[in-house]
T-cell receptor, first 119, second 115 residues
């Protein structure tokens, strides 16, 4: 089975520009998550989709970030306009449908991440 | 609020020696704990999880972790380190949000295994 794929792997942009990151989850995974790791810090939750609906977007930093998941398949995360502090690695993860699994905790499968550098 | 602490930025180990990567947690209720690893230019890979039961959990690549409720710790261990184990390791705790899982991660610990 194909894993979670993310594009681009690395993006370098100037402050004020726009970047769009894409995530293709594992086929059939209704749950899609975005996380971010700023250099040396913890991996922070950004938001969670269940199919095309935003179940939890409490981690989105501000309104310069817009996430979409039209049709409940792939997702995009747009940063507009980008600021220096947006630099980091953006991870996408997916997990099977439903809430808690019988084991009490679905394992999230992560992509390789998209490294964003804002100059 | 749930949180995870990884007190060491980096751990250096000689190949063949045992390794420990430390993790402590703070949760309300029963903890669901995870370890993930990130190899260079790769995504986060699931290593193991603790849900309930035996305090010693075995995972991928020969790793294991010991859940210690009294010390609120979930240290990752391996009896004999390999150079190929060099990577970034993240501890995580589950937080329930509207009935769905959400992972809260630590800052990560870089493991360097020297020949």
């Amino acid at each position: 089975e194909a894993g979670v794929t993310q594009f681009p792997s690395h993006s370098v942009i100037e402050k004020g520009q726009t970047v769009t990151l894409r995530c293709d989850p594992i086929s059939g995974h209704d749950n899609l998550y975005w996380y971010r790791r700023v250099m040396g810090k913890e991996i922070k939750f950004l938001l969670h989709f269940v199919k095309e609906s935003k179940q939890d977007e409490s981690g989105m930093p501000n309104n310069r970030f817009l996430a979409e998941r039209t049709g409940g398949t792939y997702s995009t995360l747009k940063v507009q306009p980008a600021e220096l502090e947006d630099s980091g690695v953006y991870f996408c993860a997916s997990s099977p449908p439903g809430q808690l699994s019988s084991s009490g905790a679905n394992v999230l499968t992560f992509g390789a991440g998209s490294r964003l550098t804002v100059l | 609020a749930q949180s995870v602490a990884q007190p060491e930025d980096q751990v250096n180990v000689a190949e063949g020696n045992p390794l420990t990567v430390k993790c402590t947690y703070s949760v309300s209720g029963n903890p669901y704990l995870f370890w993930y690893v990130q190899y260079p230019n790769r995504g986060l890979q699931f290593l193991l999880k603790y849900i309930t039961g035996d305090n010693l959990v075995k995972g991928s690549y020969g790793f294991e972790a010991e859940f210690n409720k009294s010390q609120t710790s979930f240290h990752l261990k391996k009896p004999s380190a390999l150079v190929s184990d060099s990577a970034l390791y993240f501890c995580a705790v589950r937080r329930l949000s509207g009935g769905y899982n959400k992972l809260i991660f630590g800052a990560g610990t870089r493991l360097a295994v020297h020949p």
